[in-house]
C-alpha cells in the first residue's frame, strides 16, 4: 500500500492506483509487518491492508511494528506492545525508536540506550 493524501487526509492506494484505505487519517505510516499506525483526531491506533482497524485509536503517538512489537506513548511514557496490545516492555521511557535487528535505541531520563526485545539494556 501506497500512503496519499488528499483533501488534507490520508488513506492508501494499491499498486493500480485505486484507493484501498480512504483517507481519513490526520498522519500515517508506512506498512510494517502487515500494518501501519495512522491518528484519528488525536490519537494514533493500527490498521491492517484493508483498513480494519486491529489496534485501536488510544496512543498519543505510534511506531512501526518491528520483530512483532511497536512503541506506544501513553501518559505514563513510551514502551513496547505486541499485536494484542500488551505492554511487553513497559512505558517507562521518555522516547524510543523502532527495533532495527534485535536492539531499538531509548531515551531514559535524558540518556540513549540499546535495548533488546526482553527491554535489557
Do not use: M
Not at 505510516?29 to 488510544?58: H, M, P, T, Y
Not at 511506531?63 to 513496547?80: M, R
Amino acid at each position: 500500500r501506497l500512503a496519499v493524501k488528499r483533501n488534507g487526509l490520508w488513506g492508501f492506494v494499491n499498486a493500480e492506483g485505486l484507493e484501498i484505505i480512504p483517507c481519513r487519517f490526520r498522519e500515517v505510516s508506512n506498512f510494517s509487518e502487515g500494518l501501519a499506525a495512522v491518528k484519528i483526531g488525536r490519537q494514533w491506533g493500527f490498521v491492517d491492508k484493508q483498513g480494519d482497524v486491529v489496534i485501536d485509536f488510544k496512543y498519543a503517538r505510534a511506531g512501526n511494528f518491528k520483530a512483532g512489537v511497536a512503541w506506544v506513548s501513553i501518559a505514563e511514557g513510551t514502551g513496547y506492545i505486541n499485536r494484542k496490545e500488551h505492554f511487553v516492555i513497559p512505558p517507562k521511557f521518555e522516547k524510543a525508536f523502532d527495533f532495527e535487528g534485535e536492539v531499538a535505541r531509548v531515551i531514559a531520563e535524558g540518556k540513549y540506550g540499546l535495548i533488546n526485545i526482553q527491554g535489557h539494556y
